[in-house]
């Protein structure tokens, strides 16, 4: 019954390795976002997704490569892991529209790059 | 571009007693909305309170309310009898009415509470 799901919640990976974390609402919503928050804990936008058409693309290398298969579901892939990208990546969820709703989000993925 | 700032990294306050948390925010827009969010130890983000620019009243939910002050772009948050279970990080978000959704935080607020 969980509205915005991540998999998986912890991933450990390599350097250079290529890793995608996947998400799925079942609110029915229209949009769907990916937010960063690093070790300051500060959270920033990265992309968000709207009926599967990309709506926002913050600067963000592109190595980061978001697929939305579905209004659904909203994927994350990272080629080329570096050191940097070790942090808690969130996927979230809103209807959308400018309806007066707030974002739901995810319990997050903790990425550790070694 | 809109920008949030909580200017208290840290706070602290005694199990039962009061405690605000401060926020405001830069935006040259009229319509929006205001969040306070609250992080556990969990590391899932919790909706703890909504403020729309257009309502002048301020919002509450239960131990949680607002002292929303547009003109002073200032969206603060008070807990009423705090309880252990409040300690977490709080993050003031803004977001558009319109246009692209994205939520902007400020750098959070990580609140002990003292037994």
């Known amino acids: 019954d969980t509205a915005v799901s991540q998999t998986p919640k912890y991933l450990v990976t390599q350097m250079g390795n290529d890793k995608s974390i996947k998400c799925e609402q079942n609110l029915g919503h229209d949009t769907m976002y990916w937010y960063k928050q690093d070790s300051k804990k500060f959270l920033k936008i990265m992309f968000s997704?709207?009926?599967?058409?990309?709506?926002i693309n913050e600067t963000v290398p592109n190595r980061f490569s978001p697929k939305s298969p579905d209004k659904a579901h909203l994927n994350l892939h990272i080629n080329s892991l570096e050191l940097g990208d070790s942090a808690v990546y969130f996927c979230?969820?809103?209807?959308?529209?400018?309806?007066?709703?707030?974002?739901?989000f995810g319990q997050g993925t903790r990425l550790t790059v070694v | 571009a809109q920008t949030v700032t909580q200017s208290q990294p840290e706070m602290s306050v005694q199990e039962a007693e009061t405690v605000t948390l401060s926020c405001t925010y830069d935006?040259?827009?009229?319509?929006?909305?205001l969040f306070w969010y609250k992080q556990p130890p969990s590391r899932q983000m919790i909706l703890v309170i909504r403020q729309e620019a257009y309502k002048q009243q301020n919002a509450t939910e239960n131990r949680f309310s607002v002292n929303f002050q547009k003109a002073a772009k200032s969206f603060s948050l008070k807990i009423s009898d705090s309880q252990l279970g409040d300690a977490a990080m709080y993050f003031c978000?803004?977001?558009?009415?319109?246009?692209?959704?994205?939520?902007?935080f400020g750098q959070g607020t990580r609140l002990t509470i003292n037994p």
């Open positions: 978000a803004y977001r558009s009415a319109w246009g692209a959704q994205k939520l902007v």
């Open positions: 979230a969820s809103s209807p959308g529209g400018g309806q007066d709703t707030e974002a739901f």
């Open positions: 935006t040259s827009e009229s319509d929006y909305y």
């Open positions: 997704y709207n009926n599967k058409e990309l709506i």
